[in-house]
């Protein structure tokens, strides 16, 4: 069974400060990963798709990278600013071969303060 | 705009009283999923639908029904309501294949 964790489970920051953002899971065999953000209370914000064949895609401030091997992902943020606080979810969908075909299994999420 | 949405938004009932959170998108997507979110639980998935008529039972079905009578909506009933069923509902649709995920706004359910 896929299990996803995000490290660490809260992390702030001072406005203006570089961060990273830690995903790792434990089966290799996966179709792509997701980072989505959340703010309070609401839905679910997709912000990078990085296919399994793929290193990294970036979006603006974000930068996401993928080592698939080693069951590891980084969300990289630039320059973060008070609007960058949320919590951020990184979610796996399983490939064939894998233990979780299809699925799409989730991270506990790590919330983020940028504070002024 | 593309985009899923959920009704109601907020829900307070009493145990036992059957009640039906919709979900709609409109993105012609063929793949549609309920999860709920629970602290210290995470995401976890309830039902999921491949297509039309197709339904398949996620991580925690028990006590949920579903149904996908057409493509664009995928309603979530809860014949007899528990309090342990109090929990913020998401709904979620994609094209099936390697493509990412777009999740409704939410439905917060309290069941007293």
């Known amino acids: 069974k896929q299990e996803v964790t995000q490290i660490p489970a809260a992390l702030s920051v001072p406005e203006g400060e570089n961060l990273v953002l830690n995903c790792s899971f434990t089966d290799s065999a996966i179709y792509n990963l997701q980072w989505f953000r959340q703010d309070p209370g609401k839905g679910l914000t997709s912000l990078l798709l990085?296919?399994?064949?793929?290193r990294e895609q970036t979006s603006g401030r974000l930068n996401a990278s993928l080592d698939k091997s080693s069951g590891r992902s980084t969300l990289y943020i630039a320059a973060s600013q008070p609007g960058d606080s949320a919590t951020y979810l990184c979610a796996v969908r399983g490939g064939a071969g894998g233990t979780s075909y299809g699925k799409l299994t989730f991270g506990q999420g790590t919330i983020l303060t940028v504070h002024p | 705009e593309a985009q899923v949405t959920q009704n109601p938004r907020y829900l307070i009932t009493v145990t036992g009283k059957k009640l039906t959170v919709t979900c709609s998108q409109n993105?012609?997507?063929?793949?549609m999923s309920w999860y709920r979110q629970d602290p210290g639980l995470g995401l976890r998935q309830i039902y999921y639908?491949?297509?039309?008529?197709?339904?398949d039972k996620g991580d925690v079905p028990e006590g949920y029904k579903v149904s996908r009578k057409e493509k664009r909506n995928f309603p979530l009933i809860l014949e007899s309501p528990s309090p342990n069923q109090t929990s913020l509902y998401f709904c979620a649709s994609r094209l099936t294949g390697t493509y990412e995920q777009y999740f409704g706004p939410g439905t917060r359910l309290t069941v007293t």
């Open positions: 993105m012609n997507h063929e793949y």
């Open positions: 990085i296919q399994s064949s793929q």
């Open positions: 639908s491949m297509n039309v008529e197709v339904t």
